[in-house]
């Protein structure tokens, strides 16, 4: 199934209506003066963010929207009714420009935020509006202004629900490429990812979240050791945080506790609040491990570290565990919807402008096959 993140639209507001030239005529009353009333407006177009909706596919098939346009005035002072206003349903972090201008309109970032794209054209007078003392019988009317219309590009930025966390070499990107069609390089040396890459993961039909795979990070992040803590600035919005950590590292003196507190410790160094965000553990790489001595690493793990929160043990190379952790953050991010934040907070974040992201289109979709979740904290007592 194909990921739609853009579409190109068109929008046309309704043209005002035409306002009316008549003048009154009743039975004993000559000459009566103009009664001629105004056009109504047009209806106009807005976009709206809506958080049940998530993709722009409707966009590429229905291309053309119109509002309505408004009735022209008539006699005996009838003013035109106004059209109806039309409003465009689309994912919350749909990003909409000017297609020929390339100009910004809106960001739509938040659950029923508002962009007013196409203005209806105002109604035109009626020739009541014309009266005067040297003209009193007017015969004058305006048509009603054109509405406006444009043409628009549209484009879905999502915002990740999950992000990954963890030292270099951990398997972060392996993981996203496991659960996902995204293909950041995958390499066996540190900072093989420099940017970050999201990741849309498909758990069933019509179930998907999105994981942001960013660079990894080391001690000392925050004073600008490997590529800094900058990165984590991505986790701020994400819903939960999925700590990778390596299980069995290449160097054996490499101690996977003391690399998984070094990482705890910049997150709470970066900010409070990342370090509060709900975080779970995957143990990686159980592939390395003989079968024998799995349980007993892991059991061990988890007791040095002091963890009581989830933990999965996965190999993101070879897929196990996987498909199970991906089930359980679906039905984590289900019963923890993402809450709406109030209007204009979006944009008065600290960095200015949210940390919004192009997702990776999705032709493919790949998931490994169920395994049964190896371990959760319940099962370790
Ligand atoms: N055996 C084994 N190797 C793994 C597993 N996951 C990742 N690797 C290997 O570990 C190395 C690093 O993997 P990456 O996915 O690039 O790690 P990363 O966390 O994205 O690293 P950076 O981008 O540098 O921060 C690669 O050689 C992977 O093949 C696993 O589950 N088992
Ligand atoms: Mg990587």
């Known amino acids: 199934m194909k990921f739609v993140d853009e579409a190109f639209i068109e929008v046309y507001a309704g043209d005002g209506g035409s306002g009316a030239a008549s003048f009154r005529r009743e039975k004993f009353i000559p000459r009566g003066g103009p009664d001629g009333g105004d056009g109504g407006r047009g209806g106009s177009i807005y976009l709206i963010a809506d958080r049940n909706i998530n993709t722009l596919v409707d966009y590429r098939f229905l291309r053309i929207f119109r509002a309505q346009r ?7 002072d009838q003013y035109g009714r106004g059209g109806d206003d039309r409003e465009l349903r689309v994912p919350v972090g749909t990003v909409v420009s000017d297609a020929e201008t390339g100009e910004a309109l809106a960001d739509l970032a938040h659950h029923e935020a508002r962009a007013l794209v196409a203005k209806g054209g105002r109604g035109g007078w009626g020739n009541l509006h014309y009266k005067s003392s040297t003209n009193r019988a007017p015969r004058q009317f305006q ?10 590009h549209l484009e879905l ?10 030292m270099p070499n951990a398997g972060k990107s392996t993981l996203i490429r496991a659960v996902s069609a995204a293909r950041p390089k995958v390499a066996d040396y540190p900072f093989t990812t420099l940017a970050p890459n999201l990741g849309v993961v498909r758990v069933d039909m019509d179930k998907s979240f999105v994981m942001a795979d960013i660079p990894g990070l080391i001690e000392g992040a925050a004073e600008g050791a490997g590529l800094g803590h900058q990165f984590l600035r991505h986790l701020q919005r994400t819903r939960l945080l999925l700590h990778i950590v390596d299980l069995a590292p290449f160097d054996p003196e490499t101690d996977p506790v003391r690399e998984a507190r070094a990482i705890v410790e910049e997150l709470r160094r970066y900010d409070e609040a990342l370090y509060h965000k709900p975080r779970w553990l995957a143990l990686n790489k159980i592939d390395m491990i003989d079968e024998a001595e799995r349980d007993a690493r892991i059991a061990d793990f988890v007791q040095v570290f002091g963890w009581t929160g989830p933990v999965y043990a996965i190999s993101a190379l070879t897929g196990n565990g996987c498909a199970a952790l ?5 039905l984590w991010l289900d019963e923890h919807p993402a809450e709406a934040l109030p209007p204009g907070m979006e944009d008065e974040t600290e960095e200015g402008a949210p940390v919004v992201l192009t997702p990776t289109p999705i032709d493919v979709h790949t998931s490994a096959p169920p395994v049964p979740v190896k371990f959760k904290q319940g099962d370790l007592s």
């Open 70 to 76: 408004g009735e022209n005035g008539r006699g005996s």
């Open 143 to 152: 048509p009603g202004e054109k509405g406006e219309a444009r043409r628009l």
């Open 157 to 166: 930025k999502v915002l990740a629900d999950i992000g990954l966390l963890g």
């Open 326 to 330: 991906m089930r359980a953050i679906s």
